[in-house]
């Protein structure tokens, strides 16, 4: 079992800039590969980043590329994601997942079989 915690959604200007973590207390995390989505109340949750357990591979949905970066710190256990440019649209519930596939980058997210509570993200306009 694996325990994730996101932290740093908030409230921000479009535009503005905010950065995502995701922590978990057992090590076999660093082995993981692992994703962020986002989800708004009835719509499905929608696939934003994702990195291999090394860091060394990255994937992005096309809306975020170029404003988004995925990044991973194995001794602290903790995947990031650097949020820039941000739109009013993307304001949504962020979650981390996890998948014990470590170098499998998935959109989907049946592929996953940990997930963090979530955190909020709300960009004004």
């Known amino acids: 079992q694996v325990h994730l915690v996101e932290s740093g959604g908030g409230l921000v200007q479009a535009g503005g800039s905010l950065r995502l973590s995701c922590a978990a207390s057992?090590?076999?995390?660093?082995?993981?590969?692992a994703a962020w989505f986002r989800q708004v109340p009835g719509k499905e949750r929608q696939f934003v980043a994702a990195i291999s357990w090394s860091g060394g591979n990255t994937y992005y949905a096309d809306s975020v590329k170029g404003r988004f970066t995925i990044s991973r710190d194995n001794a602290k256990n903790t995947v990031y994601l650097q949020m820039n440019s941000l739109k009013p649209e993307e304001t949504a519930v962020y979650h981390c997942?996890?998948?014990?596939?470590?170098?499998?980058?998935?959109?989907?997210?049946?592929?996953?079989?940990?997930w963090g509570q979530g955190t909020q993200v709300t960009v004004s306009s």
């Open positions: 057992e090590r076999i995390f660093s082995s993981y590969a």
């Open positions: 997942a996890a998948d014990h596939r470590g170098t499998i980058l998935s959109g989907s997210h049946y592929s996953y079989d940990y």
